[in-house]
């Protein structure tokens, strides 16, 4: 499960910090740092950080890996 | 709609268990101007874009002789304005202090490291129900955990719990736009701050020879005891008075609305964006009354001059069309839910991360156990308190208790 | 038929190709689908990697908090396409509406959108920046090896450039406790993107956090030891000092170059289309089936003078994709410009920095809330007596104040009162930008000039 912040959005609230301090954290007072994937466990906790968030700037994605048809493109 | 009487219906008792009609009707003039000077702004763009205007203070020293102003106490308490009332760089100074043994960056797990302790409230507050077939929602349930929470918090002796629960309906009620401008709620408000203060330098004093957890502790090397004092005072209001509104609120919102309360049943994780669409549709704190403008401000083709007392409207801009579709309409559904619940900007409520938990762990436990079978009166009867809106009861028929 | 039919026909059975799987690719993408396009959609990128992330790659990457590998993208919606990954295009046939690949396939398309972003700039001399210990940082793999590099114990960092990349190199791997050089050509860091003014806050910042900081003065040479590892660094200066490892942060040079000799308006500077997205050619004509997005886009906007902008810019990558996937399928008065005001940012030395307009376009600059000695403060650009841009340091809930400013044209200086205001009237001062002749470091927001492309405009590769 992946997610990404919109940094541009995000005006450091912090509220996903509080909710889901293994995924979110901030350096210094403002600066908004996360992980881009996470695993099950923390699954409610990323919910519950993205559904708080004062500017829902945070996209999550729940899906399993997408399987990409990568063709190898040896011609 | 009479003019110059806007205020005075906002804060009308006859408008408290539904105003939304009313915030309807402020919406048609989105920045309206009372007779006396003071602007209600009512729509989403507006609010926020005001929330997040440098030219608007929360100083409200900065009004002109004449109009109230709250959180600014008498000289003789002593006591100065809490950060709510303070613009930056007072403002920033003190919210960082207080920060940083609350949350994010030094205290990241500070709230987290309390689920534990406000499952269990939880689940005792629930099993007290145990054979019964009515409960005051209130008093039973929503009332007592944010109580505790906010003890926990500061590190306040549960025992004394009782006291602050007098102190902190005075200084709640002191708040209020309309009891706020009786000299008698504002003396009452003060005496309670001046009580309450007695009590906590006391508890200041033992806390910085014996340091303990919470924050009092913590904050006790760092700040003025004046300083820490009136943010007590207001971190002890605020803990006792939004939360309680808030699950009440949720409760009473998945009572009338029985469908989702149906899905919430079969889906508890329809818990985050069900307690997120109730801070939209009924947010605890309705609108902020205590802002001035700095300058004259251009917004919706108004000019807010410069002086004039300004009300964000913040339970009127959530029900706004033009930015929420169907906004009348309890959607846990809903996407792109950027409510103003718990306000935006500088000012953004600063015990919303401990509400989120306390509501993540409270509202899927009582719909858990819980089986209810109807409200008993609908709608409840109402605090006076119209900016810090809530049910004074929510009494509530019940058919059985799971374990 | 009628275009509207013909626009019907593509969103259901057109093919639609992607050069460059990446975020404006993704999202370019996501969006097409998402407006109901059932056709063929093939995604083509020269990394074999599906869109990542790539802030977290000079970030938490670094920092050892997220691993470079994780940063693929999350989707918004599937995009049922067909991924051609680790694979370049090199040419366009617009005759034939054929992209060609490196390894000697075509893929046809009815509509292209082209999204190959930039590439970082290479060290100067290329077999100093062949040594074992010279760095880039742009990519996945960038990022993987010099967090490995990094981890494996290294006495002295040196970075070239201190733009943004540069600087956020430095603030990791001081907080990783390695000794860090930064070696900056201009007065100070980021004064190519913020001006000298706030440059000289990032100074003191920069060496209060104990970077060896040495601006004014440039690299002229790395130097390897025998088996070609770097073990020195010449310095414009006269002065040497000894590295294991250099990171070159010198900007970023657009992938351009596989448009050379099609006949669209691409070179060295981006390539050139109109609000829409739609790409010009080299005549100044917009084509109507070939559109760009992110950074390797530019095209005007009215808020600074109809100017042709080229922004590196994670939101403008996400937004200008999905304009031009909306216009890519849609008939001509549907079509919605691409008018997204600038806006940046960069966490440092644990200072997050934001910026909205254009501030290399200010001509004066004030402080108008908070004190640069605080390290947190909102600076505001003007330009001929408006407002520009704003920049702030740890203040970024006052930026969407500032954003509406400038989209109103609003008065410079600012006469209002507001909170934090330090000082009774603002003086404005200059806000001390390099000579824009002189080729500045990570400057991120280039303005490339009026034209959408000059008469005689030909291709020219960009050298470093």
Redesign the interface.
């Known amino acids: 499960m992946r997610l990404v912040v919109d940094l541009n959005r995000c005006q450091g609230f912090a509220q996903c910090v509080f909710l889901a301090p293994d995924v979110f954290s901030l350096h210094g007072d403002e600066a908004l740092l996360f992980s881009p994937r996470f695993d099950e466990a923390q699954r409610d906790r990323v919910e519950k950080a993205a559904a708080a968030c004062p500017v829902q700037a945070i996209l999550v994605d729940y899906s399993d890996e997408p399987t990409l048809r990568v063709e190898p493109d040896v011609g | 709609m009479t003019p110059g009487t806007i205020t005075a219906q906002i804060t009308d008792y006859a408008n408290r268990a539904d105003p939304y009609p009313l915030y309807a009707e402020l919406r048609k003039t989105p920045v309206r101007r009372e007779d006396d000077g003071t602007y209600v702004v009512s729509t989403y763009e507006e609010v926020r874009s005001l929330a997040n205007d440098p030219r608007l203070s929360n100083d409200t020293r900065n009004r002109p002789p004449g109009h109230a102003r709250p959180g600014q106490p008498a000289e003789e308490t002593g006591l100065p304005p809490s950060f709510i009332f303070t613009d930056p760089p007072v403002h920033d100074r003190l919210r960082d202090t207080i920060n940083r043994p609350f949350g994010p960056p030094h205290s990241p797990r500070f709230l987290d490291g309390l689920r534990g302790e406000l499952a269990k409230v939880v689940t005792e507050l629930l099993d007290a129900f145990e054979g019964k077939d009515q409960v005051d929602i209130v008093e039973d349930f929503s009332y007592p955990l944010p109580v505790t929470a906010i003890c926990k918090v500061l590190g306040v002796p549960r025992e004394d719990e009782p006291r602050f629960h007098v102190w902190a309906d005075a200084l709640a009620s002191s708040l209020d736009p309309q009891s706020g401008g009786g000299d008698e709620s504002q003396e009452k408000a003060q005496r309670a701050r001046q009580d309450m203060g007695a009590y906590l330098t006391d508890l200041i004093e033992t806390k910085r020879r014996h340091p303990g957890p919470g924050i009092l502790s913590a904050l006790a090397p760092d700040m003025t005891p004046a300083d820490l004092e009136a943010t007590a005072v207001l971190l002890l209001v605020a803990g006792h008075e939004t939360t309680v509104n808030a699950i009440t609120n949720t409760t009473l919102t998945l009572l009338r609305h029985p469908d989702v309360l149906q899905r919430f049943l079969q889906d508890p994780g329809l818990a985050v964006p069900l307690i997120e669409e109730v801070l939209r549709y009924e947010p605890p704190v309705q609108f902020v009354p205590w802002t001035t403008a700095l300058a004259d401000i251009d917004v919706a083709g108004t000019t807010i001059p410069k002086g004039s007392p300004v009300w964000l409207m913040l339970a009127a801009a959530n029900r706004d069309p033009q930015r929420f579709a169907d906004p009348d309409r309890f959607d846990p559904d809903r996407k792109d839910n950027e409510h103003l619940g718990f306000y935006t900007g500088i000012h953004y409520c600063f015990g919303a991360p401990l509400a989120r938990i306390e509501l993540h762990v409270a509202v899927p436990e009582l719909f858990r156990r819980v089986t209810f079978s109807q409200l008993l009166e609908d709608p409840p009867p109402y605090r006076a308190n119209a900016v810090l809106r809530g049910p004074r009861h929510l009494p509530v028929a019940i058919e059985g208790l799971t374990a | 038929m009628s275009a509207d039919a013909d626009v019907e026909v593509l969103r259901r059975q057109g093919r639609i190709v992607v050069v460059g799987a990446s975020l404006a690719g993704l999202r370019a993408a996501e969006t097409l689908r998402e407006k109901g396009f059932t056709g063929s959609l093939t995604m083509i990128g020269d990394e ?1 990697y ?1 869109p990542y ?1 790539r ?2 790659l000079s ?2 990457a670094l ?1 050892g ?3 470079p590998e ?7 919606r ?1 995009i049922d396409a ?6 370049a295009a090199e040419g366009l046939d617009r005759v034939a509406k054929l992209v060609r ?1 490196a ?3 075509t893929v046809a398309y009815d509509r292209l959108l082209i999204t190959t972003g930039t590439r970082a700039r290479p060290w100067i001399h290329p077999e100093e920046a062949a040594l074992d210990g010279v760095f880039v940082l742009r990519t996945r793999e960038d990022s993987t090896r010099l967090t490995r590099k990094l981890a494996g114990g290294v006495s002295r960092v040196l970075v070239i450039g201190a733009g943004f990349t540069g600087s956020e190199v430095a603030s990791a791997c001081r907080e990783l406790g390695l000794e860090v050089t930064v070696v900056e050509r201009g007065p100070a860091p980021l004064v190519g993107p913020l001006g000298g003014v706030i440059g000289a806050v990032a100074d003191r910042l920069q060496r209060r956090k104990g970077v060896e900081l040495r601006c004014g003065i440039s690299v002229t040479a790395l130097e390897g030891d025998d088996v070609g590892r770097l073990r020195r660094a010449h310095l414009s200066d006269g002065s040497a000092i000894d590295v294991e490892v250099a990171v070159v942060s010198l900007g970023a040079v657009r992938n351009a170059e596989w448009l050379a000799g099609s006949g669209v308006a691409a070179g060295p500077r981006g390539v050139a289309c109109d609000a829409g997205c739609r790409v010009f050619d080299v005549n100044g004509i917009v084509t109507d089936d070939i559109y760009a997005a992110g950074d390797v886009a530019r095209s005007p906007h009215p808020l600074f003078d109809y100017q042709f902008l080229s922004l590196e810019h ?2 403008n990558a ?1 937004e200008q994709a999905e304009i031009a996937a909306h216009n890519m399928i849609c008939a001509g008065p549907e079509r919605r410009p691409h008018l997204w005001l600038p ?3 960069s ?1 440092q ?4 920095i ?1 910026s909205v307009g254009v501030p290399s376009m200010g001509d004066q600059l004030v402080i ?4 640069l000695d ?1 390290e ?1 403060f ?1 600076a505001v650009y003007g330009y001929h007596g408006r407002v520009i841009a704003a920049a702030s340091f ?1 203040g ?6 500032y954003e ?1 400013q400038i989209a109103a044209g609003a008065p410079f200086p600012p006469e ?5 205001r330090r000082t009774e009237t603002l003086q404005p001062v200059d806000p001390a930008f390099p000579d824009p002749h002189l080729p500045t470091h990570g400057a991120t927001v280039t303005l490339t000039g009026h034209s959408p492309s000059e008469r005689r405009v030909t291709f020219v590769p960009a050298h470093a």
Do not use: I
């Open positions: 074999p599906e992330d802030p977290p970030k938490q920092l908090r997220a691993r994780d940063t693929a993208l999350p989707r918004r599937d067909e991924w051609r990954l680790g694979v690949l390894n000697g396939a994670w939101g996400v806006m940046f940012w966490s030395f644990g200072v997050n934001k108008a809330q908070g004190a605080e947190r909102v740890d970024a809930k006052w930026m969407g104040f509406q209002y009162r507001t909170v934090d």
